[in-house]
């Protein structure tokens, strides 16, 4: 089975930094897909961000971006310009696919709690 | 655009009582998840249909039960609910088995008492 991990519990940035949070994964898989999730105190799962383990170059959208490092597992989440806006749980997500799964479930990590200081 | 619907919201309950949980997929997408979030934990997939059959089950008890209907809508029907239910029940969407994005929807919070 897939395990998901998130050593960082919390983590703060100041107001148009830029921090990192990181990410380790277990698998025997070759491919797979890779997901972080922003849970704001709405409580809503957002998407931020995905990649594709066969992608070499590594995914971005806007702000925010990864670094990922297959052959370590590791799949690290960096925010630039860090906004209010930005405070939320943060979530790194796996999702494989293996056509002889039951289904194409997400394995969550315990998540990251990032204040943003003004 | 159109999002996943789950309702209702909020909904409290008794211990032992039942509750019944819906989940509205954003239109054409033909595969639903359901996953549990506990207070200060990660969400933990419980059940999963495509096409309106079961396609996979996690870890969820025997005194929960969900189907998917013809309109692709689902339902999680809980009985003999215990405190340790009280949670945020989340209802993810995606277009084909092999959809890889999920859409989640706003989430049901279920508080037992």
């Known amino acids: 089975a897939q395990t998901v991990t998130q050593s960082q519990p919390e983590m703060s940035v100041q107001e148009a930094e830029t921090v990192t949070l990181s990410c380790t994964y277990d698998?025997?898989?070759?491919?797979?897909?890779l997901f972080w999730y922003k849970q704001p105190p709405s409580r809503q799962m957002i998407l931020v961000i995905r990649?594709?383990?066969?992608?070499?170059q590594n995914a971005t959208e806007n702000r925010f971006s990864v670094n990922f490092q297959k052959a370590a597992k590791s799949f690290s989440l960096k925010i630039s310009d860090s906004q209010l806006g930005d405070a939320a749980m943060y979530f790194c997500a796996y999702r494989t696919t293996y056509s002889g799964a039951g289904s194409y479930q997400l394995t969550f990590g315990k998540g990251t709690k990032l204040s943003v200081i003004p | 655009a159109a999002g996943v619907i789950q309702s209702p919201r909020h909904l409290i309950k008794e211990k032992r009582e039942t509750a019944t949980l819906k989940c509205y997929p954003i239109p054409r997408h033909d595969t639903v998840y359901w996953y549990q979030q506990g207070p200060g934990q990660d969400p933990q997939f419980l059940i999963s249909?495509?096409?309106?059959?079961?396609?996979d089950k996690g870890s969820i008890p025997d005194r929960f039960s969900a189907q998917q209907f013809s309109d692709y809508h689902s339902e999680l029907n809980m009985s003999s609910l215990e405190l340790g239910d009280s949670a945020l029940y989340f209802c993810a969407s995606s277009l084909g088995y092999q959809g890889y994005e999920q859409y989640f929807g706003p989430g049901t919070r279920l508080t037992v008492t």
């Open positions: 698998t025997s898989e070759s491919d797979y897909y």
């Open positions: 249909f495509y096409e309106k059959m079961q396609s």
């Open positions: 990649q594709e383990a066969y992608k070499q």
